[in-house]
């Protein structure tokens, strides 16, 4: 069984697929990662997600999920700002948020197979839930200061609440709706479609109501994780199970895969570029990316720790558990979906897709083939 994470080969495969000759271009609407992909993706994740584990590493995760997602919009906007040539302030922390939320869906794959702390899968997967919808309110809020033009902060830190603790409030009622009807179903033919309705439930028309689409999916989901010793029947849960485990493997690859498809369309509208100034370009916002979750990881838990008078984040100890956090900050298909959902009217908006698209693709591939083998040199043998 190889080692190298599965989502590495489809994307290479993507990349392969989109530079054969005679093969049409194949283009990735936004709206149809946003509504046909990460419904299912987001809910299933939060769905499994261990209550008492999330408890223990509530601080940690919430520190991760905004706190390094700020600090990364920020860091990339000023360097992007500084150093790219014409792409502007504006465009640079739209960049920024794009790229604040991360996706280590391939990763957590393969320290869930490795003797690594179980704690640091639920770190990881708990930040990235958090921090998807958080980066995509703070992407609306700057997409919406660059379209208008100016910027309020005042409008700015409303609008974060309300679509935040809106998109929350509309997934913890969606969850408690579907929870008192599912105590009333008792066919598995009608409670496994109920169960792959409910993320759609609660996205879409949290969305037609302003509000976050994927902190209602999350919250939808973590609610009804957490109660489902109450819902599920004992012939019934293995079925259930066996349904989201082959709905969301096929999902996720064939996104993946569709990621890799991408690149041929994203050079397209970079004709007037040199080869040497976007490489450039896209090893500077990588590094950075890099860089300011390696950071965070190796200072944060310290200072909170003696600022704070708590042990709470410093326990995600030793320093091994430290570099695999900061290791496994993948970006993914959200990031990709937030870029393409730009409008053709904003400045600079094909750099700003190519950045986006190395960037996955550099975090993908740079950081996930030697992933397994980090590991196993931490000490964390396959099991």
Known sequence: MTRVPIACYLVLAGLAISFVPGVPTIRLPAGFVFYGFLPPLLYSAAFLTAPREVRENWLSILLLAFGLTAATLFAVGAVVWAAVAGIGAGGAFLLGAVLGPTDPVSATSIIGSTSAPAKLRTILEAESLVNDGIGLVAFSIALTAVERGTYSVGDGVLRFVQLSLGGVAFGIVVGFLVERL?????????????????????????????????????????????????????????????????????????????????????????????????????????????????????????????????????????????????????????SLAAALSIPASVAHRDEILFLTFTTILATILVLGIPLPWLLERLGFSPR
């Open 182 to 334: 599912r105590h009333r179903v008792r066919d598995a033919r009608i409670e496994i479609p109920i169960s792959a309705l409910t993320p759609y439930v609660a996205y879409i028309p949290a969305e037609k109501l302003h509000v976050s689409g994927i902190l209602a999916t999350v919250a939808c989901g973590v609610y009804l994780g957490w109660r489902s010793e109450g819902i599920f029947r004992t012939r019934v849960r293995p079925q259930s199970v066996a349904f989201w485990n082959v709905l969301t493997f096929a999902l996720s690859s064939v996104l993946f895969l569709l990621l890799g498809t991408q690149f041929r369309v994203v050079l397209r509208g970079l004709g007037g570029f040199s080869a040497w100034t976007l490489a450039r370009d896209a090893l500077l916002v990588f590094a950075v990316v890099v860089a300011v979750r390696m950071i965070w990881m190796f200072t944060v838990p310290h200072l909170v720790a003696v600022f704070g008078r708590s042990r709470a984040w410093a326990e995600v100890d030793p320093w091994r558990d430290r570099l695999i956090l900061g290791w496994a900050g993948m970006r993914g298909a959200l």
